[in-house]
Protein backbone atom coordinates (compact mmCIF):
# COMPACT_ATOMS: atom_id res chain seq x y z
CA UNK A 1 0.00 0.00 0.00
CA UNK A 2 0.92 3.49 -0.26
CA UNK A 3 3.02 4.95 2.41
CA UNK A 4 4.61 8.16 2.86
CA UNK A 5 7.16 8.76 6.00
CA UNK A 6 8.32 12.23 7.13
CA UNK A 7 11.92 12.26 9.04
CA UNK A 8 13.97 15.04 10.21
CA UNK A 9 12.00 17.24 12.42
CA UNK A 10 13.10 18.66 15.99
CA UNK A 11 13.88 21.56 17.98
CA UNK A 12 15.96 24.56 16.23
CA UNK A 13 16.57 28.20 17.03
CA UNK A 14 15.41 31.05 14.94
CA UNK A 15 17.77 31.43 12.03
CA UNK A 16 18.63 27.92 12.20
CA UNK A 17 17.93 25.09 9.55
CA UNK A 18 16.24 21.86 9.25
CA UNK A 19 16.25 19.39 6.20
CA UNK A 20 13.25 17.13 6.55
CA UNK A 21 12.58 13.95 4.36
CA UNK A 22 9.58 11.85 3.34
CA UNK A 23 10.14 8.30 2.22
CA UNK A 24 7.69 6.89 -0.32
CA UNK A 25 6.65 3.01 -1.05
CA UNK A 26 3.68 0.99 -2.94
CA UNK A 27 3.52 3.34 -5.35
CA UNK A 28 6.10 4.29 -8.45
CA UNK A 29 7.16 7.55 -6.90
CA UNK A 30 8.99 9.14 -9.62
CA UNK A 31 5.63 9.65 -11.88
CA UNK A 32 3.76 11.80 -9.33
CA UNK A 33 4.11 15.05 -7.74
CA UNK A 34 4.97 15.72 -3.89
CA UNK A 35 3.48 18.49 -2.17
CA UNK A 36 4.38 19.63 1.76
CA UNK A 37 1.91 21.10 3.97
CA UNK A 38 2.09 22.08 7.64
CA UNK A 39 0.08 22.79 10.53
CA UNK A 40 0.38 24.51 13.79
CA UNK A 41 -1.11 24.68 16.74
CA UNK A 42 -4.77 25.84 16.03
CA UNK A 43 -4.40 26.64 12.66
CA UNK A 44 -5.47 25.54 9.52
CA UNK A 45 -2.97 23.18 7.43
CA UNK A 46 -0.98 25.22 5.27
CA UNK A 47 0.49 24.26 1.77
CA UNK A 48 3.91 25.14 1.75
CA UNK A 49 5.25 24.02 -1.95
CA UNK A 50 5.46 21.29 -4.13
CA UNK A 51 7.50 19.70 -6.36
CA UNK A 52 6.91 17.56 -9.99
CA UNK A 53 7.90 14.60 -11.26
CA UNK A 54 11.41 15.22 -12.13
CA UNK A 55 12.32 18.01 -9.71
CA UNK A 56 12.09 20.36 -12.77
CA UNK A 57 9.15 22.35 -11.43
CA UNK A 58 8.88 23.61 -8.04
CA UNK A 59 6.46 26.17 -6.61
CA UNK A 60 6.42 27.78 -3.09
CA UNK A 61 4.20 29.37 -1.09
CA UNK A 62 5.12 33.27 -0.55
CA UNK A 63 5.85 32.74 3.14
CA UNK A 64 8.36 30.20 3.19
CA UNK A 65 9.96 31.62 -0.92
CA UNK A 66 13.70 32.20 -0.78
CA UNK A 67 14.19 30.29 2.57
CA UNK A 68 12.96 26.57 1.47
CA UNK A 69 14.03 24.00 -1.18
CA UNK A 70 11.71 21.53 -1.81
CA UNK A 71 13.98 18.52 -3.96
CA UNK A 72 13.48 14.42 -4.58
CA UNK A 73 16.14 11.50 -5.32
CA UNK A 74 13.59 9.59 -7.45
CA UNK A 75 16.54 6.76 -7.24
CA UNK A 76 15.84 6.66 -3.00
CA UNK A 77 12.21 7.50 -3.29
CA UNK A 78 12.39 10.38 -1.12
CA UNK A 79 11.76 14.13 -1.51
CA UNK A 80 13.08 17.07 0.73
CA UNK A 81 12.43 19.85 2.24
CA UNK A 82 15.58 21.93 3.25
CA UNK A 83 14.17 24.80 5.70
CA UNK A 84 16.77 27.53 6.13
CA UNK A 85 16.19 31.20 8.23
CA UNK A 86 13.76 29.26 10.03
CA UNK A 87 11.65 31.55 12.21
CA UNK A 88 9.13 30.83 15.59
CA UNK A 89 6.26 31.22 12.58
CA UNK A 90 7.19 28.28 11.13
CA UNK A 91 6.89 25.61 14.45
CA UNK A 92 4.26 23.40 13.09
CA UNK A 93 3.85 19.28 12.34
CA UNK A 94 4.86 19.26 8.59
CA UNK A 95 3.56 16.38 5.89
CA UNK A 96 4.53 15.17 2.72
CA UNK A 97 1.31 14.20 0.81
CA UNK A 98 0.95 13.14 -2.79
CA UNK A 99 -1.79 12.31 -4.92
CA UNK A 100 -1.74 8.83 -5.97
CA UNK A 101 -4.39 7.89 -9.18
CA UNK A 102 -7.16 10.03 -7.42
CA UNK A 103 -6.45 9.92 -3.86
CA UNK A 104 -4.64 11.66 -1.67
CA UNK A 105 -1.87 10.10 0.63
CA UNK A 106 -0.29 11.80 3.39
CA UNK A 107 2.50 10.88 5.93
CA UNK A 108 1.95 10.64 9.72
CA UNK A 109 4.11 13.94 10.07
CA UNK A 110 7.01 15.17 11.61
CA UNK A 111 6.92 18.81 14.60
CA UNK A 112 8.92 21.14 13.76
CA UNK A 113 9.98 23.86 16.19
CA UNK A 114 11.71 26.59 16.07
CA UNK A 115 12.41 28.44 19.74
CA UNK A 116 15.37 29.96 21.36
Known amino acids: QVQLVESGGGLVQPGGSLRLSCTASGFTFRNYAVTWYRQAPGKEREWVGV????????NYADSVKGRFTISRDNTWNTAYLQMNSLKPDDTAVYYCSADVIGKQHWGQGTQVTVSS
Open 51 to 58: IGTFGGYT
